[in-house]
């Protein structure tokens, strides 16, 4: 479950709270971004290891995955700028990620706790694949585990 922090106020007025769906926003940038990373960088893998028979498949579904990822991504953030909502700083470290914002005067974070983010990202990124998100290769804990974190 992701924290939200409350902070300083930026104007003398007080502004609107930020709303669940703008922190859905928020949220949905994040795991947009790690998860447009991981299949690029899966996509540069795969063409480059020498070790796929047809690179050009995977890659191919890969590459399709990177492009609905990049159309949700830049739907996002039109999204953000319609509410006047800016990521200020995005952070990561050993228990997850955090994110700072700003949404019409009003500064905050979120904190979204690793194993909630790689789950969350491994159920779209499936949907991204087109892939049934009930079967996994490996088991769940494993599958989540081997995901590279970084951006």
């Avoid at 899966?42 to 047809?54: A, E, M, P, Y």
């Avoid at 990202?121 to 995901?147: C, F, H, I, W």
Wanted: include cysteine.
């Amino acid at each position: 479950m992701a924290t939200t922090k409350r902070s300083t106020l930026i104007t003398p007025a007080i502004p609107e709270d930020i709303t669940k769906d703008e922190l859905s926003l928020v949220r949905s940038y994040l795991l947009l971004t790690f998860i447009h990373k991981v299949f690029e960088r899966d996509c540069r893998v795969i063409g480059k290891s020498g070790l796929f028979k047809t690179p050009q498949l995977y890659m191919e579904l890969v590459s399709s995955a990177t492009k609905k990822t990049s159309l949700m991504l830049q739907e996002v953030t039109r999204e953000l700028a319609s509410h006047h909502l800016k990521i200020t700083t995005i952070r990561q470290d050993q228990r997850g990620v955090e994110a700072q914002y700003s949404c019409r005067g009003y500064v905050g974070e979120i904190n979204i706790p690793w194993p909630g983010f790689r789950n969350e990202m491994m159920l779209r990124m499936r949907a991204y694949l087109g892939l049934n998100p009930e079967l996994t290769v490996l088991p769940k804990e494993d599958s989540v585990e081997q995901m590279a974190m970084s951006i």
